[in-house]
């Protein structure tokens, strides 16, 4: 008689006695064991024409396979084809969710990331990074794969596991001197002011398109220097024949006119372009960041002033540029202070970031920065993504280097499982810090199998620090070997709560061990770097996405914690909670020794009601730089204005005082970088509305400021 087996998807097919035969023998030859089965195999025949007259399904078969190998005694067998079975069901939900995402995105794209948009492309892309997570997580091994999946571990840019890096600064200037291609044919030194800055657009579009996360140059107005030179001595040349009939003050008052108007035009156009050009396959605009502030010439004080009064005007209608993201270095003796030759420049970057939240600040007199400026190297940051300045393999500094991928550890989950037991937390921190080192180490391993082709622009035009002498077929390993690998962490405060009771903000004894958890953490990757001669760095985690993702799975698990997982996400890195009323003092004082911990980048905000004058915010940066060892501050606020005439409005208003027009655009902070309100993830969208602003009060009950 023939005898069906009803498959998962619905499909009758034959029964067939091998398949269960080769399950058994499977789950025997996992045990190192060389029975023959077969008489087991015949029984569950047996029970199964016993049980059922014409037809069977799958799960039914396995549980009678089981049941089988129980009664007779064959209990390391049955266990071992427990466990098979176990993972074959964990993969075959991993499907399910992975259809199920893919549905989804086809509606909307998620809000992992803010940058990422809605259209065609978009959508293409996001479906393609789903299911290369998948594929990347079934090829590790089974118990990495497991960490990240439930939430102990979290492998930044799963997507991007098995073929790019994560960010670059560029040594603008220096890729200038040499020229480049991007694969249709070889770009010249530029000449003029206007192709130096458009070509320094398409080398951060390009860049994007060989690595995920994002790219800087690294000393932006000192590299597009030379080019306002010889475009000045271009206009000389052009206008030789006023010179006489001027007279040479005015001929030169004359050519500096021009040279400003074209520095101007070429400063515009980079704003324009970097929120309007597109990269990975127009879904995005390039996460891009320009480092500048400290000018070594005033031709680069030039394009420093230039730039920032060219960002406050924003776009056609008045619009929030989102990008470039500016780093504006502040330095005692260059800028800082009101003796100090560029102190006009310091006063218009704060003027500009109170209008359009940008530039960010970072400070070059902390020691840590200091000591890399005394030696010549001038500090730079992506955002806060990508801090990077000591090399065990090669020079220092930033210049054509990055952070090739983190790993982030789930603290909050450690604190829980600690219950209170500062002992066990160590214990299991340790545990995590080494899991989160092999991970790493596991990544190490799949990249370094990728060729100079399989990144042409950044390594085979030698925009990365390594990559000289390397020819196509040649591994990246080299570039590896200069990148760091950087072990993040988040949600700093909700583990305190867990382990005490009380965040970093409230009390001096959790603060304490705030500063002992996250120097733990710096003390391990420092010891892995003299380890394994590789770069580690500890990592104040941005978590976007992740703010959400972490605290979801936790609740599942461990239901909801008075102050762990009562909200949707958890606080940033080693962040105050944002919904926690303090000083802005305090929370400088507070939040800067973190600084110096977390050498693979880092960031404090400070939360303002409104919008704040550049006095105020030039304010809080000196006070910051001169009070504290703080480095990265960006200053926030909610920026909304009309979209149909750019008249900026108030937090309240529902409509445009000027035009009337409802059509209200809002713009956020988001992870260091500007973001569109409706473009952040829930997670980011109530830690949003919880954000309480700062006030400027001298000191509070828990610091002595």
Known sequence: MKYYVIKRDGRKVSFDLAKIHNAIMRSA???????????????????????????????????????????????????????????????????????????????????????????????????????????????????????????????HDLDSYNLTTNCLHIDTGKIFENGFNTGYGTIRKPKRIESAAELSCILLQASQNDMFGGQSHVNFDNDMAPYVGSTREEIAAEYVSLKESLGEEAFNTFVQNKLVSRVRQAMQGIVYNLNTMHSRAGSQVPFSSLNIGIPQSDDAALVCQIFLEEYEKGLGKNEQPIFPNIIFRVKNGVNRSTEDPYHYLFKLACTVASSRMNPTFMNLDSD???????????????????????????????????????????????????????????????????????????????????????????????????????????????????????????????????????????????????????????????????????????????????????????????????????KEYYTNSFHIPVGFAISIPDKIQIEAPFHKMCNAGHISYIEVDGYPSGETIEKIITYAYEHSNISYIGINFHLRYCKSCGTYINEHSKSCPDCGSKNIQGISRVTGYLSLDERFGSGKIAERKDRLSHDGSEKNTYTSV
């Open 29 to 155: 030859k996992n045990l190192n064991l060389a029975a023959d089965l077969t008489d087991v195999s015949k029984e569950v025949e047996n029970r199964i024409r016993e049980s059922y007259k014409y037809e069977i399904n799958v799960e039914q078969i396995q549980d009678l396979i089981e049941d089988t190998l129980m009664d007779l005694k064959l209990i390391d067998i049955k266990n071992s084809y427990s466990n098979y079975r176990k993972e074959r069901t964990r993969i075959r939900d991993l499907k399910s969710e992975l259809m199920d995402t893919v549905h989804n995105i086809g509606v909307e794209t998620d809000r992992d990331n803010a940058n990422v948009g809605n259209n065609f492309s978009s959508k293409l892309l996001r479906i393609a990074s789903e299911t290369n997570k998948w594929h990347n997580l079934s090829k590790m091994p089974k118990k990495l794969a497991k960490l990240h999946e439930l939430g102990d571990l979290y492998y």
């Open 368 to 566: 840590f920065n200091l000591f890399y400026y005394n030696k010549g190297i001038l500090p730079a940051t992506m955002g806060c993504r990508t801090y990077i300045c000591s090399n065990i393999n090669g020079p220092e500094g930033p210049n054509r280097r990055g952070n090739n991928a983190p790993t982030t550890i789930n603290l909050p989950r450690i604190g829980i499982e600690a219950k209170g037991d500062l002992d066990r937390f160590w214990e299991l921190l340790d545990q995590k810090l080494n899991l989160a080192k092999e991970s790493l180490l596991h990544r190490y391993e799949v990249l370094k199998n990728l060729k100079v082709k399989d990144m042409p622009f950044v390594v085979g035009e030698g925009l990365m620090l390594g990559s000289e002498g390397l020819g196509p077929n040649d591994s990246i390993d080299p570039i590896l070997k200069n990148g760091s690998w950087s072990v993040g962490f988040i949600g700093l405060a909700e583990t305190l709560v867990a382990l005490t009771g009380k965040h970093h903000g409230t009390s001096l004894e959790a603060r304490e061990l705030g500063y002992q958890i996250v120097q733990c953490i710096r003390d391990f990757t420092d010891k892995t770097t003299a380890d394994t001669k590789m770069n580690w760095s500890c990592y104040a985690t941005p978590a976007e996405g992740l703010s959400g993702k972490f605290v979801l799975q936790d609740r599942h698990k461990y239901g909801i914690i008075e102050g762990v997982t009562d």
